[in-house]
């Protein structure tokens, strides 16, 4: 085969026909977008298909739940626990308007 992977930036309501295309040809696909429904309810046919669907590897979500994850690893190795935890992100301005 040709390709190895997807990666679908378009819009999360496209995801779940790039998602089809992506099980019909067994190449796997990497979204930035959170999971909807549609795209959800693929699942079982990706694993029937022998392939990944991995969804919000963005930056919020993503970047953030992986530097969260990391926090929390640190903290527990240390005899820590996470009472609580609040995430806020937003999109980085132009530098023009910074």
Do not use: Q, W
């Not at 796997?28 to 795209?39: D, E, I, K, R």
């Not at 930056?59 to 240390?78: Q, R, Y």
Request: glycine share 8%; net charge negative.
């Amino acid at each position: 085969r040709e390709v190895d992977i997807v990666v679908s930036l378009l819009p999360y309501s496209l995801h779940s026909n790039i998602a089809s295309e992506c099980i019909k040809n067994k190449v796997n696909m990497v979204t930035a977008s959170y999971c909807a429904p549609p795209l959800a309810a693929l699942s079982e046919d990706a694993k029937n298909a022998g392939i990944v669907i991995l969804n919000e590897v963005g930056l919020d979500p993503g970047i953030d739940h992986l530097l969260a994850m990391e926090c929390f690893d640190e903290i527990h190795s240390k005899g820590g626990k996470v009472e609580s935890f609040r995430s806020y992100c937003g999109g980085l301005p132009a530098p023009e308007a910074s």
